[in-house]
């Protein structure tokens, strides 16, 4: 029943991110393909409104002001009975950061500068709406 209740209501997403320009670029590409979005500004405000939003999926900075999203990130697996999905966006080459990353549970580990299509193709698999993924809007936003 909450299946079938999921599947009728667009599926909702939380970007954690502190840069303004990142932050709406993926929130105009994410509403494009239909999905709801709600944004943090830091790691708190991300904590807060994971726990109030109850999102279907995480995009999480991991350089942030207040909180890191790995402090974000190890609180959400810590505290949370269902585990979020959860994708991690930085601008850091370090592969310690990725293996850690990883290691706390992370769905996908994506480095800045990103093709959005990448980031699309990875939202659409992690929700199960792959087939959701259309070439031709993903360049309205732009």
Same mark, same amino acid.
């Given at each position: 029943?909450? +299946? ?16 303004? +320009?990142? $932050? ?12 709801? $979005? ?63 990353? +990883?290691?706390?549970? $992370? ?36």
């Amino acid at each position: 029943m909450a +299946e079938d209740q999921m599947e009728s209501e667009a599926k909702r997403i939380l970007l954690v991110d502190d840069d303004h +320009e990142i $932050v709406e670029s993926m929130r105009l590409a994410l509403q494009a393909k239909g999905y709801q $979005v709600v944004v943090a500004r830091d790691g708190n405000q991300g904590l807060a409104m994971a726990e109030r939003e109850d999102p279907d999926l995480v995009i999480l900075d991991m350089m942030m002001p207040k909180r890191s999203g790995f402090l974000v990130l190890e609180r959400l697996r810590r505290t949370r009975p269902v585990p979020l999905r959860i994708i991690m966006i930085t601008a850091n080459e370090g592969s310690r950061h990725k293996a850690y990353a +990883e290691m706390l549970g $992370v769905d996908d580990y994506i480095r800045k500068p990103f093709a959005m299509d990448r980031l699309l193709a990875s939202v659409g698999r992690l929700l199960g709406q792959s087939d959701k993924t259309d070439e031709s809007k993903s360049d309205e936003g732009e």
